[in-house]
């Protein structure tokens, strides 16, 4: 099972400070923050991707490619890659050449974004997002699936023997994962293709996404893809820690209650009782962390969200520290009881050693149909 972070992208100010960073000061501590992740054991740094403020990330795979070249094992993903509003054909050149820039180490969460103005701004309609989304996957599946494509469809111009270069790393596609925090077709759409299965699962109850992933793994049966309890499933969360619970309590509600997202609604005891947010000590965090394994089920990943809010960065630091702290006993926790069954969190060594056996199992079925 793989551990790490997400960030959105947001530039908030400190409630505490009365300071706004600037853009270049966070997309600064991004890195940080990501080379950091590394340091402290996790697997895996995700940003979102977004075209408005007060976000930064308008260009994941630069970002992803930067933190690349400075870090060894990090896997670099994205929170979501805008399928609706982002041509197929420049997510898959993007991606390709990011795989080829990182030996393999990425991956991608495809979604629709929620932010409805974005669609416009690229010439698109939202209400053809549902549309747009599977439309839009089908050509990148082709264009990464095969070397040469003839396309027509109702969203871009058509393709003609068309090419993208490069060409995925090891003949091996980014895995993609498919965000969605609402949405049935989407878990619809990543169980048909057999592709994993993000939920974002931060701001709502837990019975939300129960619902949504237990689709998905029904459907990923029903697709023939293998067992239900073997689809691949990665979830969000998010928390506060410190030593003592009450010093946790106290630090973080001023940074709660300003919040973009949910600030000046539910309070923060409220929030962290009916949703998946911790607020308090190492040990609180790992007993609700753990119990989301009773609500979905074993799974492959599981990202936290770390530095929004205004948290300054050594505040942020401190809390993936505390996270390196518990990790063992997290890893330990997920794995006990696993039954042998469930697949790993997919890398990219592990597909192209799939990718190898299956074929070396084609050339063996077709050396024996033409024996004598």
Do not use: C
């Not at 969200?305 to 050594?314: E, F, I, S, T």
């Amino acid at each position: 099972m793989q551990f790490g972070i997400f960030s959105v992208g947001d530039v908030t100010l400190d409630p505490t400070t009365g300071r706004m960073p600037t853009e270049g000061e966070r997309i600064q501590a991004i890195v940080k923050i990501a080379k950091h992740a590394e340091e402290v054991g996790l697997d895996v740094f995700a940003t979102g991707e977004h075209h408005n403020p007060p976000f930064y990330p308008s260009s994941p795979t630069t970002l992803l490619a930067y933190i690349g070249a400075q870090t060894e094992k990090l896997i670099l993903s994205t929170a979501t890659t805008l399928i609706t509003t982002n041509d197929p054909v420049k997510i898959a050149e993007d991606f390709g050449m990011l795989q080829h820039l990182v030996g393999g180490r990425t991956d991608l969460v495809l979604g629709r974004g929620n932010t409805a103005p974005v669609y416009p701004w690229f010439g698109k309609n939202p209400q053809d997002s549902l549309e747009l989304t599977v439309e839009n996957y089908a050509l990148l599946r082709r264009l990464w699936d095969e070397e040469t494509v003839t396309w027509n469809g109702k969203f871009r111009t058509p393709l003609h023997n068309f090419t993208v270069t490069p060409r995925p790393l090891d003949d091996v596609a980014p895995f993609v994962w498919h965000g969605s925090i609402r949405t049935p077709q989407i878990a619809e759409l990543a169980a048909y293709y057999g592709d994993g299965f993000f939920a974002n699962n931060i701001f709502w109850p837990k019975e939300h996404y129960i619902r949504l992933i237990n689709l998905y793994r029904e459907r990923f049966e029903h697709y023939g893809h293998g067992r239900a309890h073997q689809a691949i499933v990665g979830l969000g969360g998010q928390f506060f820690m410190r030593k003592n619970s009450q010093d946790a309590v106290n630090e973080f509600r001023p940074y709660f209650d300003n919040a973009p997202v949910y600030g000046h609604g539910p309070s923060m005891e409220d929030f962290t009782a009916q949703t998946p947010l911790t607020v308090g000590s190492p040990a609180e965090f790992l007993e609700k962390t753990l119990a989301f394994r009773d609500y979905f089920g074993d799974y492959q990943r599981q990202l936290f969200l770390v530095d929004h809010a205004g948290l300054p960065l050594k505040t942020v630091l401190e809390q993936l520290d505390l996270l390196g702290e518990v990790l063992p006993q997290l890893k330990a926790g997920f794995a006990e009881g696993r039954p042998a069954d469930v697949p790993e969190a997919p890398t990219h060594a592990a597909r192209v050693a799939e990718k190898a056996g299956e074929q070396a199992g084609e050339r063996a079925q077709e050396q024996t149909e033409v024996a004598p």
